[in-house]
């Protein structure tokens, strides 16, 4: 199968194509930079500018995992709008893709996997949330929303379209725990304000391994929650990890220092879901991380 996939060179897609090249498939990526891109991947990805690039290697598969990290910055206006941008453009580019296929009579991919995020339902308290729970409006859904909107045109030249919601990625070196783990191995983590709102997680293996799932299993369309079975309070978290690296966890960053720091980004950090896998476990995917000791167990060996 030949898959192309935007974001490939990302924390999530450099995994993604190590996999899809290790069971012999044929990896394409789209990268504004295609020669830092060629080397965090394989030799063997085809790395090119635009999707359109491709129109003479139809893909069979398209994964687009590309966006401007949403946490990188204080929310301006103009951020807001890069964080959109990011997301839409390279959307409606893949979407652009199957448009010119089937213009010119060519073979159009049968399957899109587009990312999406657990700010799809915004906050939603201690609730439990799966993929029928009604969103809370707010920036962080809105911005998944229309994401989601882009990459379901696909559907009008034939593409079967998942969506996969994310919770926070874990693994080492990159996502969520780059950015927690020097504080708390110096002893200086703590919760998030209350600590009560919940972190959707999920393991970096057990989110690609849910990519290819979906990718194979030509009956699943629509939402899908990727995240862990047993989601976390921030407080939960914070004495998991703390306990992984023996290591207090003693220092609670007030609501009001995050929010001073990062206006409404704060969010993020201070709200959540109790978001669940129902469709993916439905559908019979098994994870091998269903806990998150078992997940900072293998990660932090």
């Not at 012999?24 to 990268?31: A, P």
């Not at 369309?221 to 004495?239: D, I, L, M, Q, Y």
């Not at 709200?271 to 997940?295: K, N």
Request: aromatic content about 6%; glycine content about 8%.
């Amino acid at each position: 199968m030949r898959v192309l996939i935007t974001g490939g060179s990302g924390f999530v897609g450099q995994r993604l194509c190590q996999r899809l090249v290790e069971a012999g498939h044929r990896v394409q990526v789209v990268s504004r930079d295609p020669a830092a891109a060629h080397s965090r991947l394989h030799e063997a990805v085809d790395v090119r500018r635009s999707a359109l690039d491709f129109v003479d290697a139809p893909p069979d598969a398209l994964v687009n995992l590309a966006g401007e990290p949403i946490a990188a910055k204080r929310w301006s206006h103009d951020q807001k709008e890069k964080l959109i941008d990011s997301r839409l453009n390279a959307t409606r580019e893949l979407v652009g893709l199957c448009e010119q296929l089937q213009q010119t009579g060519t073979r159009v991919p049968r399957v899109m996997v587009s990312g999406s995020a657990m700010g799809y339902y915004g906050d939603q308290g201690d609730r439990e949330v799966t993929e029928e729970t009604p969103p809370h409006d707010e920036f962080a859904h809105r911005l998944c929303r229309r994401w989601e909107e882009a990459a379901l045109e696909a559907e009008a030249f034939g593409v079967r379209v998942a969506l996969l919601r994310t919770g926070l990625v874990l693994d080492q070196g990159g996502g969520s725990l780059a950015k927690m783990l020097p504080p708390f191995k110096l002893g200086l983590g703590g919760r998030f304000g209350s600590g009560r709102q919940y972190m959707p997680w999920i393991h970096r293996e057990d989110l690609v391994r849910a990519i290819l799932f979906l990718l194979e299993r030509d009956e699943l369309e629509g939402a899908f929650n990727g995240s862990a079975p047993h989601p976390v309070t921030n407080a939960e978290f914070t004495r998991a990890l703390a306990s992984q690296l023996k290591r207090p966890a003693i220092f609670p960053v007030p609501a009001i220092v995050l929010e001073t720091a990062f206006g409404e980004m704060a969010r993020l950090l201070l709200t959540g879901a109790d978001m669940r896998p129902m469709r993916l476990l439905e559908a019979g995917f098994e994870f091998r991380f269903e806990t998150l000791e078992e997940a900072l167990a293998d990660i932090l060996a």
